[in-house]
């Protein structure tokens, strides 16, 4: 494709007349740039200037993604000019796409995101890559699965490539308030508890929970109330010290912050539910992602 601007041609054919410009310029073979390169100097106050613009249009796949690392963000994490975290899941994903398909750039979209210390299990969670200029438009999608776990060193793994529009991206948001999350996470009460102390939260079926913005985000996001619907909670004593619970909510709960109520931020919150004894989460993982129709609405027995 060959680009010539309005303002070239105006000034490569300034003073001359009709008669003059179609001697000139003509019509057919040879290109208009080529033509106006013949023009001859005296006609032509500025050189014209030819620029060619090779590009396809982008292509997109989407899949499911499954995180291992309790270090690695979802995304390139930059603070104060300073990287944190072990690469991302953004870069195991996309550096070896643009590898096989040869492009200039790939763009992560993510149907949300965990904490950089929280990992992603289960099946996994949607993601879509945009592939821009691909020199290879349609390579074989199963490829880049044993790339992305080579890239990561075993981290990142992706599954259900499929090829996808441009319209999957916009319905990744949707689609994320519609779903359902399973958490499982390790509790420590610095109290000694037994298993009977925790039936308080196995009794919990689909509760409102009330979350202002958590301290540990209010610098970058604004101050609102959430509510959220706890759908059920399923403990598990582990010592006196000890417990775990899976978790079954509404897509964008807090659950750190459910969990040790967030000085009162929160509630109710586990804390809350165990009659206001101290209760810190020490580890959590996303069990799974599930529209409502694959939820159900009961624990595990």
Not at 23 to 49: D, F, K, N, Y
Not at 102 to 113: L, N, P, V
Not at 248 to 261: D, L, P, R, S, W
Request: aromatic content about 6%; charged content about 25%.
């Amino acid at each position: 494709t060959s680009t010539v601007s309005s303002m070239a041609v105006v000034k490569a054919l300034g003073g001359l007349g009709a008669s003059e410009c179609l001697a000139h310029l003509g019509s057919g073979p040879p290109s208009l740039p080529e033509r106006l390169q013949r023009l001859p100097l005296s006609a032509a106050s500025e050189a014209a200037a030819t620029r060619f613009v090779i590009g396809r249009a982008s292509v997109y796949f989407r899949g499911r993604y499954v995180k291992l690392s309790r270090t690695m963000p979802q995304s390139l994490w930059v603070i104060d000019g300073e990287r944190k975290g072990d690469g991302s899941v953004e870069e195991s994903i996309c550096g070896p796409s643009a590898t096989l398909f040869g492009a200039s750039e790939c763009k992560f979209h993510a149907e949300g995101r965990e904490d950089i210390d929280v990992r992603m299990l289960g099946t996994g969670r949607t993601f879509v890559v945009e592939v821009k200029n691909a020199k290879r438009a349609s390579p074989a999608l199963e490829s880049l699965e044993t790339a992305v776990r080579g890239a990561s060193g075993g981290v990142v793994s992706v599954a259900g490539l499929t090829w996808c529009t441009a319209a999957a991206m916009s319905s990744l948001q949707r689609d994320a308030e519609n779903h359902r999350k399973t958490y499982v996470c390790m509790c420590w009460s610095p109290t000694p508890l037994q298993a009977e102390d925790l039936e308080p939260l196995r009794a919990q079926r689909d509760v409102e929970v009330l979350q202002k913005t958590p301290v540990r985000v209010l610098h970058r996001r604004a101050q609102a109330v959430r509510p959220r619907t706890l759908h059920w909670v399923e403990p598990r004593w582990i010592n006196e010290h000890y417990f775990q619970l899976r978790v079954n909510t509404q897509a964008g709960m807090y659950i750190k912050e459910f969990v040790h109520g967030d000085l009162g931020r929160t509630r109710p919150s586990v804390r809350d539910i165990l009659g206001g004894r101290r209760i810190e989460i020490t580890l959590l993982d996303v069990e799974g992602v599930t529209s409502p129709d694959e939820a159900g609405g009961e624990a595990a027995s």
